[in-house]
């Protein structure tokens, strides 16, 4: 197939053209550098090449006219010096002095004339007289004088006339020349024309000489100009670069960063104005810094001091709740009130406390290798009941999970505990699936609910602290609006992530995922996010789905499908 293989080979280098243009254009973009220095070249450029054009115009007219008024005044004199001799001879009718006369002409015309070549040629007067023959001297060639200048030579004998010629060379070679006409009267043998051809190779030759230089000094401007932008530029285009990078790693959290300031001019100010406002966004972010300090100290030891109080009240609240039996029936119920409430404090406390440690980045794993499958199994059986009591079926599936692998399994029973917990409080009732499975990067496990689910937007903040998607909700199990939190804390530590699909009225699938040894997570978590109903979960369970890890700060939230 010929077409075919014209249309490959020529989409080679129409491609890589393709790719040419992608980068200059992108560097059209990004480099102000570039951009600037096309800019200056391309409009120096046309400059000089006007200036040039406009320069070697004016010389050529110059030159030309010059050597032409120059050719001019040479012929003039020459054919009056020849007119003087002429009239000065007396021939008396004598055709051979005639002849002499005419050959004195034209010697005279070599001798004065500083032209290369003459021609004379005698004027028909139609008197019938005929005049000695004219001449050709040094190879005048007889056609290079045109008929139109020969005519009007032959009718104005007052004027000069003048063409531009080609010239020959002996060697065939052409070059510019100039031919001078007019009339020469030579008494009882009447007119002739005269013609002086001058060579103007000299002349063409020094036009070419000023005009290439010219040409070169054009180049040269334009390639100086460039030098010459390129390096001002740099002394722009670099301090202008260090400040960008300065600002991003400002951006980035490294607050010590500053900018070198050098002298008085427009930079050092840019320079000086970052550094300030750079030394004022420090000292607000270390104020800041502090004041968060002091308030989670304060949470801590606020916690911490409430904790002994609370002990004895949650003791005399227990026992009141044990003697309900003895009080009447609103005391009994008020002793009852008391110890839930007691007991929900008490929580709120432990989870405060635990946030606090956080804060204070002072908590830290107790690995030991454990099974996530059987981890799981053992906090189904424990939940069992508090489901049963919300009439819920728990379901477990496992089909991977089971190899131990190294986590803190405290802290992962709590997450389970909190996940699992919620997805009862929030599940309607309808069964519940926990999901273990794992690939060779990762083990994962899934409480997956049917109840009410959140929006999109709410899902989004599901890990906030104290946050509530419907403060409204009833609530029977009683949490703090922390668990969430705590857990993700809990899955980051290791190194893991949580994530969230829910949908309004479809139900919430939680997915935590733990890294197999130290390395962080990479790759599709083993239990994908979104499942189309709970119990499809089960089919679907090792099909693989991207690795949410780095989405923050409320772990990967995935949009409503
Ligand atoms: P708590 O359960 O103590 O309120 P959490 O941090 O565990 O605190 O949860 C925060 C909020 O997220 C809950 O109040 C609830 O509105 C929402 N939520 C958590 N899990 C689910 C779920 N499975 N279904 C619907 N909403 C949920």
Redesign the pocket.
């Known amino acids: 197939m010929p077409a075919l293989g014209l249309s490959l080979a020529q989409s080679a280098p129409v491609r890589s053209a393709r790719r040419g243009a992608r980068r200059i254009a992108r560097l059209w973009r990004r480099s102000l550098r570039f951009r600037t220095l096309v800019i200056t070249l391309g409009l120096t450029a046309v400059a000089v090449l006007v200036t040039c054009v406009a320069m070697a115009l004016a010389v050529q007219n110059n030159l030309w006219e010059a050597r032409k008024d120059q050719a001019l005044d040479d012929a003039r004199r020459a054919a009056n010096s020849a007119q003087a001799a002429v009239d000065a001879a007396d021939t008396q009718g004598n055709r051979t002095a005639l002849v002499g006369v005419v050959r004195d002409v034209r010697e005279r015309l070599d001798s004065v004339s500083a032209g290369t070549m003459t021609a004379a040629f005698p004027i028909d007067n139609g008197s019938g007289q005929t005049a000695p023959q004219g001449f050709l001297s040094n190879g005048f060639p007889e056609d290079l004088v045109s008929d139109q200048m020969r005519q009007r030579v032959v009718k104005d004998a007052s004027k000069q006339w003048w063409q531009p010629v080609a010239l020959r060379d002996s060697d065939g070679s052409e070059h510019a020349g100039i031919i001078v006409g007019q009339q020469l009267a030579v008494p009882e043998a009447g007119s002739y024309e005269l013609y002086i051809a001058y060579d103007l190779a000299d002349t063409e030759r020094t036009l070419v000489l000023v005009q290439s230089s010219l040409w070169v000094a054009g180049v040269v401007l334009v390639a100086l100009i460039g030098a010459i932008a390129w390096f001002s530029l740099r002394s722009v285009v670099l301090p202008i670069t260090e400040a960008a990078e300065t600002s991003a790693r400002f951006a980035g959290g490294d607050f010590a960063v500053r900018l070198p300031v050098r002298g008085q001019d427009e930079l050092a100010t840019l320079g000086r104005s970052f550094n300030a406002m750079a030394d004022s966004i420090e000292a607000q972010i270390k104020e800041l810094g502090e004041l968060s300090l002091v308030q989670q100290r304060f949470v801590s030891d606020v916690s911490h001091e409430l904790r002994t109080p609370l002990t004895t009240i949650r003791l005399a609240a227990e026992m009141l709740n044990d003697h309900r039996e003895e009080f009447d029936p609103t005391t009994a119920r008020t002793a009852e009130l008391l110890q839930t409430q007691v007991h929900r404090f008490d929580t709120l406390l432990a989870d405060l406390l635990e946030i606090s440690r956080y804060d204070a980045g002072s908590v830290q794993l107790e690995t030991e290798a454990t099974s996530l499958a059987h981890l799981a199994e053992e906090l189904v059986e424990d939940m069992r009941p508090l489901a049963a009591s919300h009439d819920t079926e728990l379901r477990y599936v496992a089909p991977g999970g089971h190899t131990p692998v190294d986590l803190d399994p405290r802290r992962v029973r709590r997450i389970l505990r909190?996940l699992i917990?919620?997805?009862i409080?929030?599940?309607e009732g309808r069964p519940i699936v926990v999901t273990v499975d794992s690939n060779q990067n990762a083990v994962a496990v899934g409480v997956r609910?049917s109840?009410?689910?959140?929006t999109a937007e709410d899902a989004e903040r599901?890990f906030d602290r104290f946050?509530?998607?419907?403060p409204s909700?009833r609530r029977t199990i009683g949490?703090?609006?922390?668990?969430?939190?705590i857990a993700l804390g809990d899955a980051r530590l290791h190194r893991g992530s949580l994530a969230v699909h829910?949908t309004l009225g479809g139900?919430?699938h939680?997915v935590l995922t733990l890294p197999r040894g130290a390395r962080p997570l990479e790759g599709a978590s083993p239990v994908p996010l979104e499942t189309a109903d709970a119990l499809d979960a089960i089919g679907v369970a090792t099909a693989p789905i991207e690795t949410l890890a780095e989405r923050s700060p409320a772990g990967a939230i995935e949009e409503e499908s």
């Open positions: 909190n917990g919620n997805a409080e929030h599940g609910d109840g009410l689910g959140m599901v946050w509530r998607a419907d909700r949490g703090t609006g922390l668990g969430l939190s829910s139900g919430s939680f």
